[in-house]
């Protein structure tokens, strides 16, 4: 039995995490002065768009220019967080993205983060210096390690020199803030967490289905908060679209939702210029959710949500990136 100093210990961190929510999204910068409402990134302060544009559907378009043309108006309209990873298309992403931002003086106006796949320090020493030669920089402003699914990812990191590579990569200046991703389970993301060593910021699914579901949301962001770890969300409408396209919610409450949550941004994936401007349309009006709308939406969707049937990224490898299931030594099918 749990004894009542223990209790008492996670009763006051709660009402420190909720409070500390609250704060994240009190703390949203009106879009009036930037084109787009802006953010702390955890402890770190670096304020960044409550949307980012994820590289991966950026780097979708056959004709580069169209590429170019969406990035490029994401950041005039002010979406300046940038997201990518080194396996993006086999490496296409991050270089359309470099071509782009190198045009105009784009790149001094976006914060850029990427992902590294490798945990070993040799493999991602090599995979930093193609990112930054891909991405025609010189800085990285947030590098991550991407794709932390496996529950000894906490051990490689440690063991194989991955950490310590990006130890070494922000004391020579090639990255400012150094963070991880995963989209398979809380307790891997917990347990990365509680290593010793201070994470800048975690990327993470966030989206109405993960409340009742293997929720991180619930499991992680509190931890992230009091940490002062700055939380990125992904896959707000579930990474594939069919919440939307099975009419469940509407792309304007999957983004309200996410904002609603102390997320310092949101990154969505938008291949076509409409729904880029429907993104910017709905970044700048955004207002929280009343705590009325909140418990109407959960109620509505409560059935979908507790089976995980949206986000079965959580719970199928073969969402999983080829290189890191050859990573930890799983075939290919």
Request: with cysteine; aromatic share 8%.
């Amino acid at each position: 039995m749990r004894n009542a100093t223990s209790t008492r210990r996670g009763f006051f961190s709660a009402i420190s995490a909720a409070a500390l929510a609250q704060q994240v999204v009190a703390a949203t910068q009106s879009a009036s002065a930037t084109g787009m409402p802006t953010r702390p990134l955890g402890r770190a302060g670096e304020r960044v768009s409550v949307l980012g544009l994820g590289g991966h559907h950026a780097a979708r378009p056959k004709d580069e220019s169209e590429s170019f043309r969406l990035i490029h108006t994401a950041i005039d309209e002010g979406i300046t967080f940038m997201d990518n990873a080194w396996e993006y298309h086999n490496g296409r992403a991050e270089e359309v993205m470099g071509k782009a931002l190198a045009m105009d003086g784009k790149r001094d106006k976006a914060f850029l983060m990427t992902k590294v796949c490798a945990r070993d320090y040799a493999g991602a020493m090599q995979q930093l210096d193609e990112s930054l030669k891909r991405l025609r920089t010189d800085r990285i402003d947030l590098w991550q390690f991407h794709e932390c699914n496996y529950y000894n990812d906490a051990e490689y990191l440690l063991e194989k020199g991955g950490l310590k590579a990006a130890i070494e990569a922000r004391k020579a200046g090639k990255v400012r803030y150094i963070g991880f991703t995963g989209h398979k389970a809380p307790a891997i993301h917990n347990k990365i967490l509680g290593l010793d060593f201070e994470w800048d910021a975690v990327q993470m699914p966030i989206n109405v289905m993960d409340d009742r579901f293997l929720s991180f949301r619930r499991e992680t962001v509190p931890g992230c908060l009091v940490k002062g770890v700055g939380v990125v969300g992904m896959k707000g409408c579930g990474g594939d679209g069919k919440m939307l396209q099975a009419g469940v919610v509407t792309v304007e409450e999957c983004y309200r939702y996410c904002l609603s949550q102390p997320v310092s941004t949101q990154v969505v994936g938008l291949a076509e210029m409409g729904h880029l401007r429907e993104a910017i349309r709905i970044g700048r009006s955004f207002q929280p959710m009343t705590a009325e709308e909140m418990t109407a939406l959960m109620a509505r969707v409560r059935m979908e949500q507790g089976d995980g049937r949206f986000e079965l990224f959580k719970t199928s490898q073969r969402f999983d990136s080829g290189y890191h299931r050859q990573q930890h030594g799983f075939e290919l099918r």
